[in-house]
């Protein structure tokens, strides 16, 4: 009995020496609107309540959490304002804490994308001055963008039209504006060989640029009698009101070369399959990794990825553009180091490097 | 000087959204909210070009009778009485000219505009997406034929993880003993999935994140111009 009685008196002393501790202070990397609260009470603490003062000089509930020890952050606050916090516990015992909202000049957590970004962009740029001062780049052969001639070809030998479908995404999305790219390479080659170009468009904004990079490809080839402004039109806006339309136009008009370059989505089988079903060659290309094995059954050619974005450098032979591409090699290079080195290091036991590359994704 | 003014709104734009990803301080942290409330302004007046691109399109196949012209008086018909329900009666909380036309709710339970847009082209739509199970079986089909090593090795996991996702693939392999358990079906789909699977899908965004930056950098620095038209 007395070891029980000596031990509760033990349990009732430990708590109540207990140091609860309460503090308040900025939240680092953040633009100034959140402060960070953290708390540690006794063991034995069910729950606690965090109270802030309102410019009315009232304490407002802002959370009740059922931790004795532990974080939170206060958010969407004004910056550079002093908040009172008052911490609560188990309806007993409170603590306040003051802090003041700061704006930072840099977010550290993004340091190690920081640093692997500039570290490809100055890869890059590196390339492209090399390339500049005349120096040449193996460039490994894309054979989906090398058939596209072959696809343009023979559509003039059938005497049929070609289908160019820029995505469904709109002109915000990188994969538009590389799509829009290699429109204006096969425009040109369509120009050069009369074929006829339809390009059907999701949105009206890729509408407008299609319109303006098929008509500058037709001067640049020497035709620009042969731009036929109604070929690139607007569809609607609705998903599979677009592919109804797409749909059509392959039964109907049967094109003999079909070109699925840019965003696609669910979409992407129904295109390719019904293409499939005109006999068309097709070439298909996004980033959407959901939607490549579609493309790649369905399709004759597919652009994995990289390639779509490559596809413009590429296609314009131009040195500058091939040596950017090189860049992208540098980057993959570093990248399966990071990964390697990361592997081994983890297996070792060592986080630091993960610690760096997790911060930069947060 | 027509080429290289969107060349310099490029390069500035390009620069300070880089900027704001690292710099959470005013007016950085506030620059890609703006440069997207004005790309959504843009877009508000280009929808205009896409419905006059519409109705182009579609008057001159009815005024030339070319093939299948009476799907676009259809089109045009359909469009027009959107357009005027929509004006009339406006959607769901947003009123039109004529109010919120409590008698034509009463009639039809919900107003003329989203009637139509629930009880025709949703199901419209759901009815084409619905195709998506046919175009699968039968790219699945010419995708698993046996032709070379590589087919058959996409058949033979194709299979394991189809199985393995119904009853079939448990009920197979449930005596297996514990020591065994990585072979039971249902173990070996999740086990591709989560590996190979996952690997791959890695690499194609990894390679292609690289490809957006270097697509970037180009268009930033006015190397990469055909989307602005020609060189």
């Known amino acids: 009995m007395r070891k029980y009685v000596l031990f509760l008196i033990l349990i009732c002393l430990s708590t109540s020496f207990y140091a609860n501790v309460f503090t308040a202070m ?77 704006e930072q000049w840099f977010n550290a957590d993004k340091l190690g994308f920081l640093v692997f970004l500039l570290i490809v962009c100055l890869a890059i740029i590196y390339y492209i001055t090399a390339a500049k001062r005349g120096k040449t780049f193996y460039i490994r052969r894309i054979a989906g963008l090398d058939s596209m001639e072959e696809a343009i070809g023979r559509a003039t030998e059938k005497g049929k039209p070609i289908l160019y479908v820029p995505g469904i995404s709109d002109l915000d999305n990188i994969e538009t504006i590389a799509s829009l790219t290699i429109l204006s390479n096969v425009a040109e080659k369509s120009a050069e060989y009369g074929t006829e170009l339809i390009v059907p468009c999701r949105s009206s904004m890729v509408l407008s640029a299609a319109k303006e990079v098929v008509q500058e490809a037709y001067i ?35 094109p003999a070369a079909n070109f699925f370059l840019g965003a696609f989505y669910a979409e992407s089988l129904i ?42 450098a590429y296609l314009s032979e131009d040195p500058q553009q091939l040596g950017s591409l090189k860049g992208h090699d540098f980057g993959k290079l570093i990248f399966i180091i990071l990964i390697t080195a990361g592997v081994i290091l983890e297996i070792l036991g060592y986080g630091f490097l993960k610690e760096f590359i997790v911060g930069a994704a947060l | 000087m027509k080429r290289n003014i969107p060349l310099i709104f490029a390069f500035v734009a390009g620069l300070l959204v880089i900027l704001a990803e690292f710099v959470p301080h005013r007016p950085f942290n506030q620059i890609v909210s703006t440069l997207e409330s004005w790309f959504l302004i843009i877009s508000g007046f280009a929808i205009l070009l896409g419905q006059i691109s519409l109705i182009r399109m579609n008057t001159n196949k009815i005024s030339n009778k070319l093939p299948d012209w009476q799907y676009s008086v259809v089109c045009l018909i359909s469009f027009a009485f959107m357009l005027i329900v929509g004006l009339l009666w406006g959607m769901q909380e947003t009123p039109g000219i004529l109010g919120h036309g409590a008698a034509v709710q009463e009639m039809i339970s919900a107003k003329p505009f989203d009637y139509l847009f629930n009880n025709a082209l949703l199901p419209l739509s759901a009815t084409l997406a619905s ?77 292609a994140g690289l490809g957006v930056v270097g697509s970037s950098l180009r268009i930033i620095l006015g190397i990469e111009r055909s989307y602005l038209g020609g060189d």
């Not at chain 2, 993880?161 to 070996?188: A, D």
């Open chain 1, 26 to 102: 900025d939240s680092p990397n953040d633009g100034g609107t959140a402060l960070d609260l953290a708390w540690e009470t006794c063991p034995l603490t069910e729950y606690v309540t965090i109270y802030r003062l309102t410019d009315n000089s009232e304490w407002v509930e802002i959370a009740k959490i059922a931790e004795s020890s532990g974080k939170y952050r206060d958010i969407e606050l004004e910056i550079n304002k002093e908040y009172h916090y008052r911490l609560q516990i188990d309806d007993d015992l409170s603590l306040e804490a003051s802090a003041v909202t700061k």
């Open chain 1, 220 to 254: 640049k080839a020497g035709r620009p009698d042969a731009y036929n402004k109604d070929n690139i039109f607007y569809l609607t806006d609705e998903q599979f009101g677009f592919v109804a339309g797409v749909d059509g136009i392959m039964l109907r008009e049967q």
């Open chain 2, 131 to 207: 195709l998506l199970a046919f175009f699968i079986a039968s790219a699945a089909y010419r995708a698993f034929i046996f032709r070379s090593f590589e087919s058959n090795l996409l058949m033979i996991t194709a299979v394991i993880v189809i199985i393995g996702r119904t009853s079939l693939g448990h009920m197979l392999t449930s005596g297996l003993p514990e020591s065994l358990q990585f072979w039971h079906i249902p173990n070996l789909s999740d086990f591709i999935m989560e590996y190979p699977n996952t690997a791959a899908q890695r690499a194609i965004l990894i390679s």
């Open chain 1, 271 to 312: 295109l390719a399959e019904t293409g499939f079903s005109t006999g068309a060659i097709q070439t298909a290309g996004t980033a959407q990794a959901a939607q490549l094995p579609f493309f790649v059954v369905s399709c004759d050619y597919t652009l994995i990825g990289e390639e779509l974005f490559a596809a413009s």
